[in-house]
């Protein structure tokens, strides 16, 4: 059984900061790469962070280049996304899954990015 529990997502104000976790376990281990995923209130789901298993190297999309970095803890079974720099427009539900993704997904985790 795939579980994926996100947490770390809150209030900041723009120009701020989180750091937000993802606890992985079962068959999604299974599968070489890690993502993070946000949806925003009357958007469709996008991938925005991807960590790859078998190079390590990552890949972000260009509206969070330079602000987000996806890191790994194998140790742990943990994904993490430091978020810096927040602009409103990252406000969203923020979920970590597979690359590609499967069907189960966690409870997300709200990120509201407000003055």
């Known amino acids: 059984q795939v579980q994926l529990v996100e947490s770390g997502g809150g209030l900041v104000q723009p120009g701020g900061s989180l750091r937000l976790s993802c606890a992985a376990s079962?068959?999604?281990?299974?599968?070489?790469?890690m993502a993070w995923y946000r949806q925003a209130p009357g958007k469709e789901r996008e991938r925005v962070a991807t960590?790859?298993?078998?190079?390590?190297?990552?890949e972000y999309v260009d509206s969070v280049k330079g602000r987000f970095t996806i890191s790994r803890d194998n140790i742990n079974n943990t994904v993490y996304l430091q978020m810096n720099s927040l602009k409103p427009e990252d406000t969203a539900v923020y979920y970590c899954?597979?690359?590609?993704?499967?069907?189960?997904w966690g409870q997300g985790t709200l990120v509201t990015v407000s003055s």
């Open positions: 899954n597979t690359f590609p993704s499967v069907g189960v």
């Open positions: 079962g068959i999604i281990f299974s599968i070489d790469s």
């Open positions: 960590i790859f298993r078998s190079s390590m190297m990552t």
